[in-house]
């Protein structure tokens, strides 16, 4: 069976002055699935994240959502196209004079015009389901730990039932155990909703617990997207250093122990 894409990029170019950083990027994203994107710093990574979502108008090359090319649609058609994304930037990006309900509760009245006690109600669902005791519904940002609020910008990420969720470096500056937390949260939640994941990170650990593929941005391009099997057997250089080098190596024996464990 041909599996068809939800999200199709062709020939991608992005230029800023005469720097550019996508010259002919080609990338799909499948229903369900937690695609992995990583590259060496600056390649592009958030660029094309940025491009995708809307949040930038890329130089050429055509991004097709949902079987819809972005570029034609009206900007009523684009808001509700960019309804069915949810987004967790590396900050988390919570509003700090929210506390965590309202602020989830914030996209609900917005889109779905909701009333605010009922959006409120729907919001503090939404931070269980991500893990948060229901006291912290009640709590600022800057009063709960970086992990803690990591969890409710993906409730708010969540509030609109989003079937892609876009994921910019979501461990960043959490401590291991924190983001071994928040890797197992993804896939119970892409398990239990089915939403399809965009996933920028670093996080050698998170590849290999939750994404099913992986793509490689470098010079331009996407050099590979496909399982971490195959994409480690990629002979480029950068890829080699990557996944087999000395960290690479010590995330792929964890998973290997853990998955024995697991059995
Ligand atoms: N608004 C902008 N104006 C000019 N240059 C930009 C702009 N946004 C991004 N760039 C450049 O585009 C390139 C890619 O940036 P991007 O943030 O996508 O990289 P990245 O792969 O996400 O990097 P990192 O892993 O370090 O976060 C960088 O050279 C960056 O300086």
Known sequence: MVRQPLIEVRGLVNRFGDHTVHEGLDLDLYRGEILGVVGGSGTG?????RSIIGLRQATA????VFDQDLATLSPRERSQTEQRFGVLFQTGALFTSLTLQENVALPLVEHSGL???DAEHLARMKLALTGLPAQAAQNYPSELSGGMVKRASLARALALDP?????????????????????????TLRDALGFSVFLVTHDLDTLYTTCGRVAVLARGKVLVAD???????NPDPWIQDYFHGPRGRAAADAHKRLSREDH
């Open 45 to 49: 990574k958030s660029v094309l994240l």
């Open 61 to 64: 090359g055509t991004i097709r």
């Open 115 to 117: 009333s605010r006690d």
């Open 163 to 187: 079937e892609v969720l876009f994921l910019d470096e979501p461990t960043a500056g959490l401590d291991p155990i924190s983001a071994a937390g928040f890797d197992r949260l993804l896939r």
């Open 227 to 233: 399982s971490l099997g195959q994409v480690e057997d």
